[in-house]
């Protein structure tokens, strides 16, 4: 496990460093982080600098996406739960961005390029297929994000950042939950 958490961060560092010119808002959250970072002789945060700027942009992006369903979404179920989306996100946003102030993070303010993808494709569908695909991509978002929150509750070196990531987990495990009951719902309507 810690091999395949060396490995996926030496790959993320490469990826970060060879993007440098790069127009992907989470790359230059990450390398301006870094420079702070630096400059002050503090060393070994890409990782937790990379997850703040990921956290932020996936917020932004449930943010985002939730008040796409809102006004597109055809099932009340669903628009239902991205007015849950969207609340919980600001304030997990909220959060994050306090605890970037404190420790001197740079959160991007726009979506990341992945994000900007995903939110491109959903909102391009009508009816009950965008219904069906805000669902799934809300899945599998969440799944990527339990995972990421779960490494750096456990191997982030920021201890605000560490909390936070473990105070945040039972929520995004309960959205989890939620979405893939309601991907189910609608499978079988």
């Known amino acids: 496990m810690k091999r395949t958490i060396l490995i996926l961060l030496t790959a993320t560092t490469l990826l970060c460093t060879t993007a440098c010119g790069s127009d992907d808002s989470i790359d230059q959250a990450v390398e301006q982080s870094m420079e702070q970072f630096e400059a002050n002789g503090v060393e070994g945060m890409r990782n937790d600098a990379l997850f703040a700027a990921e956290a932020a942009s996936a917020s932004l992006l449930e943010m ?3 008040e796409a369903a809102v006004g597109m979404a ?6 239902e739960l991205a007015q849950e989306m969207m609340q919980a996100n ?3 946003l909220n959060d994050l961005q306090q605890i ?7 959160l991007p303010s726009t979506l990341g390029e ?21 669902v799934n991509r809300l899945s599998d978002e ?22 936070y990531a473990s105070k945040q987990l039972p929520l995004l495990r309960q959205h989890q939950q939620m979405v893939e009951e309601l991907e189910e719902t609608i499978k079988n309507a």
């Not at 992945?114 to 805000?134: N, P, S």
């Not at 994000?145 to 490494?151: A, F, K, P, S």
């Open 114 to 134: 992945r994000h900007h993808e995903v939110y491109q494709e959903i909102t391009a569908k009508t009816g009950i297929a965008f219904d069906l695909a805000y």
């Open 74 to 79: 055809v099932s009340p179920e669903v628009k």
């Open 142 to 163: 969440h799944e990527e994000l339990i995972q990421r929150y779960e490494d750096i509750a456990e191997n982030g070196q920021d201890m605000a950042l560490k909390q």
């Open 90 to 92: 600001q304030q997990m």
């Open 64 to 66: 985002q996406l939730g």
């Open 100 to 106: 970037a102030t404190q420790s001197n993070f740079v």
